[in-house]
């Protein structure tokens, strides 16, 4: 994290229990206007003349889709298909940005650095010259999720029409006079990172962690109903895996949204179990998990029943409910 951000968010109150996590005092209730640092993300730069062909060649979106005014999800996989990484796709004038899990990014660099060969594509770890914050509003008039624009050099894109919330890339300086504006002239109240997260999973955007990697393959993730997975950009690697499942049907495995009286997150890639069935391998694993405000939600990956309705466990006999 760039040290004058940091120490501009120690001004402002903010409690650091790691660089990913960051909280502030209380807010007001009556107040749903919120602002939330954003440092369990991290930003890829990909640049140069051939930045567009490299992706192309690698995830599951389409590139040349990809505008100033329109952001994508997408996902990079493995030859078999599996996903390394979730991502939010975003065009800058030279080149684009990955917004991306803080933990898979130097594994992600080290990735496309292997397929860049000739091509004139420089990758760089751009998380200590942008800082990433988020915004939500409720009030506010909502945008189309993943639109996006640019003001001032700072990109806004939209992630979340229900919660009316927006992901905010600027570089240090940008962010500290935003910052400051929202909070002293706009009435935002400074939130949690660990609250940003918690609206990620009602959101249903699939983040992955080093426990994730390479576990699911791109529909077992929804990316293709969040818009994250071409079929007709041609191929990448993965592809014959992702348009196989596409073609033959939808895949065994789904994402679904879940809460459970936790006290604590469970872990990520953790088992879950179903009374309904002799299933001592477990019927699917956690995503992704947040307490926020007494209440425990989690993205999990489940195998698609069409026959009776779930009796979801843990492994410690908590019960969890998916939310429909």
Known sequence: MNPLWKNFLLSSEASFENDESIAFPVC??????????????????????DAASLLQGQVTCNVNEVTAYKSTLGA?????????????????????LLILPKVLLELIKKRLQMYVLRAVVTLTDSSD???????????????????????????????SSLQNRQLIVADTDSAIALWSDYVSK??????????????????????????????FIPQMLNL?????ISFNKGCYTGQEVVARTH????????????????ATEPAANATIFDDN?????????VLMAQCHQNSCKMLVVLYVSDKEAYNLKLADQTQLTLII
């Open 247 to 262: 073609y033959l049907g939808k895949a065994k495995r789904a994402l679904f949204l879940a809460e459970g009286d936790l």
């Open 224 to 228: 293709d109903k969040l818009g994250g």
């Open 186 to 215: 706009q009435g935002f109240q400074p939130d949690s990172s660990n609250a940003w997260r918690y609206f990620d999973i009602l959101s249903g955007i699939p983040w992955l962690s080093a426990e994730t990697s390479e576990e």
């Open 76 to 96: 990079l996989c493995n030859p078999k298909g599996r996903v390394i990484t979730t991502f939010l796709l975003l065009k800058k004038e030279d080149g684009f």
């Open 28 to 49: 007001q209730p009556e107040n749903e206007k919120r602002i939330y640092p954003l440092s369990h993300l991290a930003v890829l730069s990909v640049t140069g003349k």
């Open 129 to 159: 010259t942008l800082c990433l914050i988020g915004l939500s509003a409720p009030d506010a008039s909502p945008l189309k999720q993943f639109d996006s624009y640019l003001q001032n050099g700072t990109i806004f894109v939209s992630l």
């Open 277 to 285: 069935l002799d299933n001592s391998q477990g019927v699917g694993h």
